[in-house]
C-alpha cells in the first residue's frame, strides 16, 4: 500500500508520503490504518492553515503573552514558583551585569568556551523571559545585542576545533549542543521579537538562526543522518529547527521538524512519536535518555500545541507524550531515575523532567503530576509552571501512583520489555529487571539484567556509564574509553556471563537485531502459588546465538508470614548443547560482613580477572572453591543486612570470586566498586536459583543488632525444566516449595 | 599539703583525702583551693542527710512520681515525646508477650544471648517506666519476673565463656556490658520497687544487684581496676553501683560509687569529673567516647541531683558536665559526631545523646539546647524529657551556637587540644584540628591531624575505627585486628608520618606520656594579616623523639574577595637534625578527577605499599615522581570541586602515591577508601604548604559544571622560621603573600 499527497502552497511543498512496508515497519495494518485516519485530516488542515497566513502572537513557542501576564500578577503568591523566578532573575541580571562575551569556540565540554556558550543560551532565555514579565527593556536589549554578536560569529565558523566527536558542531563540540543552543536561542528570540526592528529581525535569522538551523539539519552529512534518525539526537535537532521555524514564521523549517529534512514523513519529529516509544511509553533507549529527550519531545510538543492545536499533539498514538512522562515517573526511586544503560545519577528534578511534568500537567491535568512538581521544587518559567504551580496551591495535588508495571519495549511492544517491581507492603522495596532491546547507541549487552532497591539505597547496582559529564578533564566530559570497555560489558551487570563473553560478544550491530522475549505478563497479587506477590520471566536465545546458549530468568517477589521483609527469588536458567562456563556477578553496594564459603581477600597482590569483556578491569580480591550446593554472602548497608543466597553445583565445579572494579584503569575513570562472582563451570545446564533478602536491623543510634542472618537459610532446585522450576526454601520454621512456572504468567497485569 | 577527713556515722565510713601532689596531680594550687571549697560543705552535708535516714520515695533515679504522672498527663500534646513514649510502650508490650527468655550467657556481642541480655534490660527498664505511668500492675509484674530469673542465673554464673576482653563480664563478654546491664536494670527496680513485696526485694537485691554491683566494683581483679581507673568504662561502672546504691538505699555502693572503692576519693565518679575533662569540658578520648561517657555520666549526675541536690552536682568544677555537653554538640557536623580516635559513624540523635541534652536541658534550661532536642527527634523518659519537651512545646527553643573553639586536653588544659574553625560565611564549612594527647586506649597516633567538612560530607576523612559495633560475624562487634595494625597507624591520618614509621613507633605507654603544644589560642576575626579569619597552631616534639623530629602545624581559614568559598591554608613544617622521608597523607572522600602530575594507576597488578605502620594495609595505585614544586589534585564530591595544593622539592628528591585501603586484610575488615600520599625524600627540612580549597560548581540537575580548576593555582614558601612562615599565593588575578606567625596566635579568643 502507498499513497503520496503532494499539496503545493505559495511555494511551499508539503510531501506525504505513507508506505506501510517501509515508513511503517513493523507496523500492524490496523495501526497503520489508524494512523492514516489521524494524519490525514492533519495534513490538510495544515497545508490549510498554512496557506492562511495566521498571524503569530509573540511569544508563542512555551510561553505567551498570557502567561506572562499571569506570571507578572502571580508574584508572591506561590513561593516555590517565586523562587524559580527569582533564580531566572538573578541568572539574567548576572549575565546583564557582565560585558556580552561570545568567544570563538575552542573547549570540550566542561571547558571555557563550550559552558560560555551554554550560559549565553541560558542568559539569553532567562533574559528574554524576563522581558516578557517585566517590560523591561533592558533585557531585550541585551538579548538583541547578544544575538548581533553571535550573528557576527557564527557565519565565520567552521568545524569546531576540539575533535572528538562523529557528529561535530561549529559552535560547540557536538552538533547535538547546537541544537540545544538553538531551542534555548529560538525562545528567547520569540521573546524579543516584538521589540526588534525589523531589519535587525532579518539580520539575525539570515545571519544566524536559518543558519545554525541550517547547520544542524543538513551542514554536514553526519547532521543530516542525526537530523533524520529515530533518536534522541534527533528529537533535539528537529525541536531546535521547529521551534525556530515556529519563532520566525519559516514554514519549511517546520515541516523538515515534524516530516523529516525531506518532508516526507519518513523521519522527523511525529515518525518519533511513533518508533521511539513503545505503545506503552517506554523509550528504547532507557529511562536516564528519556529524561533528556523528554525535554525537546514536551517542549516541542508545547510550541506544537500552541501554534497548531489542530495536530492534536498530546493525543496521538493514544497519548504517548504522557504516557512517556509517567513511565519515565515509574522509572524513578525516590526520585532517582534508574540506573540502565549509559545513565549517570540523576534525580527527577533535573530541569527536562521539570520541565516536562510541567507540560505534560498543562496538557493533561493529571492531578498526579502535581505531587512530584511538588517534591521537583522548581518550575519552567511558561504558560506550563504557572499552570502547574497554581494549581498546586489551589489544593489539587494527589499522590502519584507508583505502580508495579511491565513496559514492553519496541515501536510495536515486541521488543522485551522492563519490568518495576515494588512491594505494596514495603513501599521502599523495588526491583527493575531488564530485557529489552539493545536501545541504540547507549545501550549495555545486559540481557536479562536486574538491579534492587531497598531502604532509600540502591542494593544490587547498576554500574550505569563510566563518564564525568561535563568535567573537562575527564575525556572531556564525554563517555570515557572505561564504558565501552567496562560499563557495557555484561559483567558489569547482575546477569549471566556465558564463557566469560559478552553477550553479542559485545558487538552493536548483532545485539540491534535481538531481543528477549517477555513470557507472558508480569503478574501481580494474581498467582496460583502462595507466597509470590509478583512475577515475571523473559527468555533470550540470541546473546549466544553460536554457543546455543538459552537463558531464562524468572524474577518473583516473595513475601512470607515468616519473613520481615519482601525479598526476591531468582531463578536463572542456562542451557546449552554444550559445557559451559557460566558466571552470575552480582554487583552490590554495601559491606561484605558475612559468607558461608571462606571469603579470605588477597592481600599481599592484586591480579585483574583473567579475559576481557569487562573482565579484565575487575580486581581479582580472592576466590574459593565451592564444596556445598549453596553458596551465600550477607552485606549491611545502612540499618539493614542483605544476603544472597545461589544454588551451585560443586561436583561440576563451582568457584565464588569477590571483585571490585578499578583494573585497567590507568586514568582512573572508574569508580571503585565491589562484586560477587558465581560460577559454574562444566555444565551445559545451570539453575542459578537465588534468594536475594534484606533482612533484619542495625540501629547505631540504639546500638541494637538483629536478624544478622538471613531467615532463609537454603535454596534449593527440586526440579526445573523449560518451562517450569520448583524451588524449596528453607525457612528457620518450615520449608516451603514454590512453584514457578510460565502458566502464571499468562493472566494480565 | 595534706587534708584528712574522717568521720563515722552509723557504720558508714566516709574516708576522703585530699592530697594536692597526688590525688589532684597536676592541679593548680588556685584549683586546689576552690576545689576544697566546694567540697568541704558538701562533705559535711552528706553525713548529715545521710545519717537522717531521709527516706526515699520511689522511683528516684531518673524518672520520678510527679514526672510519671506529667508524663501521662501529657499525653497527646507533644507528638515527638509520645512518639518515644509510644517507641517504649511498644518495646515493652513485645517483651511482655513472649516467654522470659534470660538464657544462660554464650555469645559475644551481636550474638543471640548477648543481644538477649540486651533487650531484657531495654524490655524492663521501659516495662518500669510504664508502670510508673499507667499504673498497669502487669508491666511491673513482668519486671519482677524478669529480676527473679536473673536472680535465679546470676548467682550460678562465673566468667563468660566467650573469651575476647581483658575485663570479661559473666552475663557479658566484657564487663562494660555487665554495667550497662545494672544501670537499666536498677532504673526498672526503681521504679518497681514500691510494688515488689518486702521479701521478693530483699531476695532480688541479694542474689541479683548487689552480686553484679559488687561483681563490677570488685568482682575480678580487672574489674577492680576498671572501677577505679579515669576512664569511661569507670563512668559506667561507677553509675551503675551508684544507682543500684540510690535504689536500693545501700550507702555502702554509692559511696564507692562517688568515691572509689576505698571510698578514698582517689577514684570514684566525683574525681572523673575533674581529671577526665578539660577546664572547658573536653572528653579526653574525644567526642566519639564523650558520646558513650556521656550517658551515665549525665544519668548519674541526675540521680546525684534527685538524691543529694546539696552536692550541686551539675555546678561542680564551674559547670563542667554541662561544658561537656555542650562540647559533644560542638564537636558534631550536621549532626554527625566528628570521628578522632576509635570513632564510628553516630549522629547526635543517639538515645545516650538525647539522654544528655534532655538532662542537661533539666539541670540548666539552656533554651539552644533545646533546638538540638528537635532536631534529635525523641526523648528520654524521665523528668529531663518531659521537660524538655514542655519547653519545646513552649516556643522557648533557640538555635544552637556553632562557634570557632580551641578545646584543651587535660585535667588541667595543659595537654594540647582541638580546635573547631567554622567559617561565619559558609556555614557548612568545618576543619578539626587534633593536638591532643593520645586520649586513652581509644586514641590513635595522629599528632596534629585533620579533618575537613564542607557541603554536607567529610571531604578530608578520619578514617576512625575499624570495627563493626555488634556485628557477630565481624570479630564479634569488637575492634578488628585492622584497627591496631591499620585505623590507629598515623598513615591512616592527615598528618605527617616520618620515615614510614608511626608517631611513638606505635607504642601506646609512650604516646600516653607525650602531647602537643598548642601555640598560643585558637584566634578568630582578629589576625594582623588580611584574608586570615581563623588561625591555629600546634608543634610536637615528642612523636619522633629519637629522631629529634620537630613538628609544627598551622592551619588558617581563609576568605579573600576572588575566592568563592573559604579555605585552609595548612603550614607543616618538619624539622631534625638528619635527613628523613617525610610523608603526607591526605584521605580524601570524592572521586579524583584531576592532577598537575600524571595520576596513571597501575592496571596490572597491585602491591602493597613498603613498611609496616599501617603502610602494608596501602594497595599502591600509581606512584610518580614529582618534578615541579607544587603538587596538586581535584576531586570532585557532590556538586563540588575540592583541590589540594602541596610544596614539594623535586631536587631532594619527592614523590606522590595513590593508595587505597584494604590490602593484607583477609577479612574484609577495612573500607576501600582513597588517599594520596606526598612524600619529600632526603630532606632534614620541609614545609608542606597546602591550600585545601572548594570550588566551582557540578550541578547534575542544569548539567552546568563551573570551576572544575582551582582558583589558587600555586603556592610557594617564601621564607620559614620556627616561629613564621610565609606563603605566597597565586591566583587567577593576584598574587597574596600571607604571613602564618606565633605572633598572631598570642591573642585571646
Chains 1, 2 share one sequence.
Request: glycine share 6%; aromatic share 12%; proline share 4%.
Amino acid at each position: 500500500m502507498s499513497l503520496f499527497f503532494i499539496i503545493i502552497c505559495e511555494d511551499k511543498k508539503i510531501f506525504v508520503s505513507l508506505q506501510s512496508d517501509n515508513w511503517l515497519t513493523n507496523f500492524k495494518k490496523a495501526e497503520t490504518m489508524k494512523y492514516l485516519q489521524s494524519v490525514l485530516p492533519i495534513a490538510f488542515l495544515l497545508v490549510f492553515s498554512n496557506c492562511q497566513h495566521r498571524p503569530t502572537l509573540h511569544p508563542c513557542l512555551s510561553l505567551t503573552p498570557e502567561a506572562a501576564q499571569q506570571i507578572a500578577q502571580s508574584h508572591g503568591k506561590y513561593p516555590v514558583f517565586d523562587a524559580s523566578f527569582e533564580y531566572a532573575r538573578r541568572t539574567a541580571d548576572e549575565a546583564l551585569a557582565k560585558p556580552i562575551d561570545v568567544p570563538v569556540p575552542k573547549h570540550a565540554a566542561g571547558g571555557y568556551t563550550h559552558e560560555q556558550h551554554k550560559n549565553n543560551y541560558y542568559a539569553m532565555y532567562y533574559a528574554g523571559i524576563m522581558y516578557q514579565v517585566t517590560g523591561e527593556e533592558r533585557y531585550a536589549a541585551f538579548v538583541r545585542d547578544m544575538l548581533l554578536e553571535y550573528a557576527h560569529l557564527y557565519p565565520t565558523l567552521g568545524e569546531h576545533p576540539y575533535k572528538g566527536s562523529p557528529v561535530p558542531g561549529q559552535l560547540f563540540w557536538q552538533t547535538l549542543n547546537e541544537s540545544v543552543w538553538l531551542l534555548h536561542t529560538a525562545m528567547a528570540y520569540d521573546c524579543v521579537y516584538e521589540y526588534l526592528d525589523a531589519d535587525v529581525r532579518t539580520h539575525i535569522e539570515n545571519d544566524l538562526l536559518f543558519r545554525v538551523a541550517a547547520f544542524v539539519e543538513n551542514g554536514t552529512e553526519a547532521n543530516y543522518a542525526t537530523f533524520n534518525r529515530m533518536h534522541n539526537h534527533a528529537t533535539w535537532a528537529n525541536a531546535a529547527v521547529g521551534m525556530t521555524g515556529y519563532a520566525t514564521g519559516n514554514r519549511d523549517l517546520v515541516d523538515k521538524a515534524l516530516y523529516g529534512s525531506e518532508k516526507d514523513g519518513k523521519s522527523g519529529f511525529l515518525l518519533q512519536l511513533e518508533e521511539l516509544f513503545s505503545p506503552e511509553g517506554y523509550f528504547t533507549e532507557g529511562a536516564y535518555y528519556l529524561r533528556y529527550a523528554i525535554w525537546p519531545f514536551m517542549l516541542f510538543a508545547q510550541t506544537i500545541e500552541l501554534n497548531e492545536p489542530e495536530l492534536h499533539i498530546f493525543e496521538r498514538r493514544d497519548g504517548i507524550l504522557l504516557k512517556a512522562v509517567n513511565a519515565l515517573l515509574q522509572q524513578s526511586y525516590n526520585g532517582e531515575i534508574i540506573r540502565a544503560n549509559d545513565a549517570l545519577k540523576k534525580t527527577f528534578s533535573t530541569q527536562e523532567i521539570v520541565a516536562a511534568v510541567d507540560i505534560a500537567y498543562w496538557a493533561s491535568h493529571d492531578p498526579q503530576l502535581l505531587s512530584i512538581a511538588q517534591q521537583q521544587g522548581s518550575f519552567v518559567l511558561s504558560s506550563a509552571g504557572i499552570t502547574t504551580a497554581k494549581a498546586i496551591a489551589a489544593g489539587k495535588a494527589e499522590p502519584f501512583k507508583y505502580q508495579s508495571v511491565l513496559y514492553h519495549d519496541g515501536a510495536n511492544g515486541e521488543n522485551g520489555g522492563l519490568a518495576i517491581i515494588r512491594s505494596s507492603k514495603a513501599s521502599d522495596f523495588m526491583l527493575v529487571f531488564k530485557a529489552t532491546s539493545h536501545g541504540l547507541s547507549h545501550g549495555h549487552y545486559d540481557k536479562l539484567t536486574c538491579s534492587l532497591y531497598d531502604n532509600g539505597h540502591e542494593i544490587l547496582t547498576d554500574y550505569g556509564a563510566a563518564r564525568f559529564l561535563n568535567i573537562e578533564s575527564k575525556s572531556g566530559g564525554r563517555y570515557t574509553h572505561e564504558n565501552d570497555s567496562y560499563a557495557m560489558q555484561t559483567v558489569a551487570h547482575n546477569t549471566a556471563v556465558v564463557d566469560c563473553k559478552s553477550h553479542f560478544g559485545g558487538d552493536y550491530d548483532t545485539s540491534m537485531k535481538y531481543s528477549p522475549t517477555i513470557i507472558g505478563n508480569l503478574v501481580v497479587n494474581d498467582s496460583k502459588q502462595p507466597y509470590i506477590t509478583a512475577i515475571v520471566s523473559a527468555t533470550d536465545t540470541t546473546a549466544y546465538l553460536d554457543k546455543h546458549v538459552r537463558m531464562k530468568r524468572t524474577m518473583a517477589l516473595i513475601e512470607t508470614e515468616e519473613t520481615e521483609f519482601p525479598f526476591i527469588l531468582d531463578v536463572f536458567r542456562l542451557t546449552a548443547p554444550d559445557c559451559h562456563t557460566y558466571d552470575l556477578p552480582v554487583h552490590y553496594n554495601g559491606h561484605l560482613i558475612n559468607s558461608s564459603f571462606p571469603a579470605k581477600k588477597n592481600g599481599t597482590v592484586l591480579y585483574p580477572m583473567t579475559g576481557n569483556y569487562g573482565y579484565q578491569h575487575l580486581w581479582n580480591e580472592g576466590e574459593t572453591t565451592l564444596t556445598t550446593g549453596n553458596a551465600w554472602f550477607t552485606i549491611l548497608q545502612d540499618d539493614r543486612f542483605y544476603s544472597v543466597i545461589t544454588t551451585v553445583e560443586p561436583t561440576a565445579g563451582a568457584k565464588v570470586f569477590l571483585v571490585r572494579s578499578g583494573a585497567n584503569d590507568p586514568d582512573n575513570n572508574l569508580r571503585s566498586e565491589p562484586a560477587v562472582i558465581f560460577r559454574q563451570e562444566g555444565k551445559a545446564e545451570h539453575v542459578f536459583a537465588s534468594v536475594i533478602i534484606p533482612h533484619g536491623l542495625f540501629d547505631p543510634n540504639l546500638e541494637l543488632t538483629k536478624g544478622a542472618q538471613s531467615p532463609v537459610e537454603q535454596i534449593r532446585v527440586i526440579e526445573t525444566t523449560d518451562s517450569t522450576t520448583t524451588v524449596e526454601l528453607t525457612l528457620q520454621n518450615s520449608k516451603k516449595q514454590i512453584i514457578l512456572s510460565d502458566e502464571m504468567m499468562s493472566s494480565g497485569y
